[in-house]
Nanobody
Framework: QVQLVESGGDLVQPGGSLRLSCAAS????????MSWYRQAPGKERELVAT????????NYADSVKGRFTISRDNAKNTLYLQMNSLKPDDTAVYYC????????WGQGTQVTVSS
């Protein structure tokens, strides 16, 4: 059974940091390009960052470039998103998924940036 379980979201002040995790199971995680997405209230889901199966080939949305870092541990079937210098506009539910041929979405993890 394919499963994506996101965690690590929290309430944080502007300028703060969070590290999100995504535990993947039920598919060959290490062979797929993976991405983080987010959906803010009243807005469509958007792509945040992408990482290739092996190595450090990554891409970021302009809005997070220089602040967020995507990484993965293929031995642990886990995807990460290190978020620094957080802004109120980063408030959203964050999801992980494949970059192509999306799987069923997990429950996501709520990130709220507010003072």
């Amino acid at each position: 059974q394919v499963q994506l379980v996101e965690s690590g979201g929290d309430l944080v002040q502007p300028g703060g940091s969070l590290r999100l995790s995504c535990a993947a199971s039920g598919f060959t995680f290490s062979t797929y390009t993976m991405s983080w997405y987010r959906q803010a209230p009243g807005k469509e889901r958007e792509l945040v960052a992408t990482i290739r199966p092996v190595g450090s080939n990554t891409n970021y949305a302009d809005s997070v470039k220089g602040r967020f870092t995507i990484s993965r541990d293929n031995a642990k079937n886990t995807l990460y998103l290190q978020m620094n210098s957080l802004k109120p506009d980063d408030t959203a539910v964050y999801y992980c998924n494949k970059a192509l041929n999306l799987l069923s979405w997990g429950q996501g993890t709520q990130v709220t940036v507010s003072s």
